[in-house]
């Protein structure tokens, strides 16, 4: 069996918002084995609609769309899908109560053209929306069927994840399914871990390896066939292993674990606490670590000073320090690291200087300079790095680079 | 005259990334005054994406396709274009060296199958790329356009906006353009808004209304239709005026402006400094403040601590206040406030306390409360929250509901 989607909206040909429902919906089908052959997105036009509902009804077994379901004149799936498929419409009391009810809770007044949205085909099952007033429906057509869904994901996802896909997998009894798994790295560039582990994704093919690098890891996604969870698991460890052990402590990260998640596994494991002194990333780093939940376990306290006063008041920064080595420098980040160490009586500090522009650089100390510390208690260990990019992004690059160098630390523990 | 856009790529049918190519080309297109229909995606495959092709060409002026132009085999596009086009591939020599060039700067060896990439077809305009390999082309086609770009979008943007709208709109001589503008509010529901505002987006034609809410703030989007620039600004401002009148301090940015940004505006105007305490929200706080360029001139200090022992030595707050009122309480985050701003000298100091979860919230006290102070010298002011959502939304809303006390105090100077 095969799928296709098709989203409706002119915001969204207009570029105005990003499809991500497409996305959503595309690894529900994967990973429950259902082909995706096409994609379509149009506007809120019923001629455009009504063609590509007819081409799409013609080529594949099951036509999912969202989008196009609101009260409002703009929505024209339902107007278009009744044309196209020939459908009857009648007024679904169950649906109705529900619109009213939705509408009671939040008290506000009803619309008379919420009623419409009551008008269900004929011979439709309706999917209840939990969390908005249009109703999914699931119209059955020449032994095919056409799933209509509203365009709000929050709406939308849970009508897809509960009722959907559990129905076309039944349906259409489908075999085999397609898992995906992402190993994330940090501290090699993508050519680097191409030329590691190069000769495994240009061999292999069930998984197959692909390669996705962004502005601070790159990523390994390893994607398996296979008739269920058991052969598709198998397959994938199988390749992970190798890759395992080529890559090693590079590898932070499964799916869509964070390197802070995985530190505070390691701070919680060894029973570790930590405080922060930050200047160039302005809290960052500590807010990334809070966003871990049980944090307050091991993060004690933060400092974010960016004058060199404060660094002094807070921090116990040596005043020659930072007149013979610049506030900017590897003695500093050190200094910070130990001080806020000390002061918040922790067993590990953080410290890191640099700068993060548009301003401030100079030709000896460039926008883009970063110096980070970690202390232990028992030594001090910095590093220097320089980061490309605007101000956001080397704020965010040398953010993960400071957690990366606490998280490898942790690992030698 | 009308355009169409193919994406292509097997990873976009799995889920596997989300397909921003097509809001990035959809807005620059609107933004040229091009109307564009329909979008479609596609996946590695010769036949679906000479079908996608075909139908495309047959109902559009214009059809720009990206991804499916890597070196590998997987990618199809070019021989999907060659056959259903019928056209002759010739190779180009400048494109060769420039594929030689890129690969000689990087030290990497090229492979074979980079040389596919510089086979051109016979009468196409070649589009450098200054980020990768694989060029773009223009491909004149009975009276039409077909262009082909890269999927990679750093290397696809640059030749979209260069090259590809300048040429549409010179050879179509469109008349006319869509411009966009978003209005940002904080501090009103959507329907609050809906509610204000709600006669102006049900009558007004030109420009459009639309409203788009999310987890912290709703946008108002104008979109006029108008002959050049100027008639489009004037027919914006017209609208923007009047909502401007009725939402008032709740619109804190235009278009991609932050919350942070419009704040540093007001210090730096006003010439005041400030300083942070945060409980709950980790360093968010002060991390978003220091993302504005120049943020070093009035943010001088933050202090992140969790503990009741830390709030007592950074910030002086009084024992007696943690056991009488509790870590999260309105005193606590008053004292916080004051306490900061004084031990940092600043003019302004902000404090925050609360349960971001999922763990420490009491019926009394539940998960997603959280108590917001400012201190101004003068006087305290504090509020109560109360935030749903998981840990990392709390810290989110927790920490815009923050600047956003600052902005609206800031407004009131």
Redesign the interface.
């Known amino acids: 069996m095969n799928a296709e989607i098709i989203t409706v909206g002119t ?10 429902n ?9 990973e429950a084995g259902i082909n ?8 809120d ?1 019923e001629k ?1 609609m009504s063609d ?1 509902l007819k ?1 799409a009804i013609s080529r594949s077994d099951a036509v999912i769309i969202t989008g196009g379901l609101g009260p409002t004149v703009d929505d024209v799936t339902r107007a278009a899908l009744v044309k196209t498929l020939n459908l009857r419409l009648v007024l679904n009391e169950q649906v109705l109560k529900n619109i009213e009810a939705f509408f009671a809770v ?1 008290n ?1 007044t009803m619309s008379q053209n919420n009623v419409s949205q009551a008008l269900v085909p004929a011979g439709a099952t309706v999917i209840e929306n939990k969390n908005g007033t249009a109703p999914g429906l699931l119209i059955p057509y020449e032994n095919k069927f056409v799933i209509i869904m509203p365009g709000v994901p929050r709406e939308m996802k849970p009508m897809l994840t509960d009722i959907v896909i559990p129905f076309l997998k039944s349906r259409f009894q489908t075999e085999g399914l ?1 898992k ?1 798994r992402v190993l994330k790295t940090f501290g090699l560039g993508e ?1 680097k871990v191409d030329e590691l582990i190069g000769d495994l994704f240009r061999t292999s093919t069930n998984p197959t390896i ?1 390669l ?1 690098a962004s502005s601070t890891e790159v990523k390994i ?1 390893l ?1 398996a066939k296979a008739r269920n969870e058991g052969e598709a698991e198998e397959l994938i460890s199988g390749v992970e292993t190798k890759i395992r052990e080529r890559l090693d402590e590079n590898i932070f990260g499964v799916d869509s674990e964070t390197m802070e998640k995985n530190i505070g596994m390691l701070m919680t494991m060894q029973g570790l606490t930590i405080s ?1 002194a ?1 200047s160039c ?7 990334k ?3 871990v ?4 376990g091991y ?9 060199n006063q ?1 660094k002094i ?2 921090l116990d920064v040596k005043r020659s320090t930072l007149e013979n080595c610049g506030a900017v420098s590897p003695q500093v980040a050190e200094e910070m690291a130990d001080g806020v160490r000390k ?2 009586g922790t067993d590990l500090g953080l410290g890191i200087t640099g700068i ?5 650089g100079t030709k000896q100390k460039p926008v883009g300079l970063v110096y980070i510390a970690l202390a232990t208690g028992n030594e001090i260990i910095s590093k220097e790095c320089r980061f490309g990019g605007e ?2 992004l080397i ?1 965010e690059r040398a953010a993960q680079t400071a957690l990366d160098m606490l998280r490898r630390h942790l690992l030698k523990i």
Not at 11 to 20: K, S
Not at 293 to 296: K, R
Request: hydrophobic letters at 40%; charged letters at 20%; glycine letters at 12%.
């Open positions: 915001e969204l040909l207009l570029g105005q918002i990003v499809d991500t497409f996305a959503f919906i595309a690894e529900r089908l994967a995706l052959y096409f994609k379509t997105s149009v506007g036009n455009r590509t081409l939040r506000i397609i995906s050519s692909a996705l996604r994607t922060t930050e990333t302005g809290g960052l780093i500590s807010s670590l809070t966003d939940p049980g944090s307050s993060f004690i306290r933060g400092v974010i000073c960016y004058s404060s008041d807070t002061v918040a993060a522009g548009p301003g401030g101000r956001i704020k």
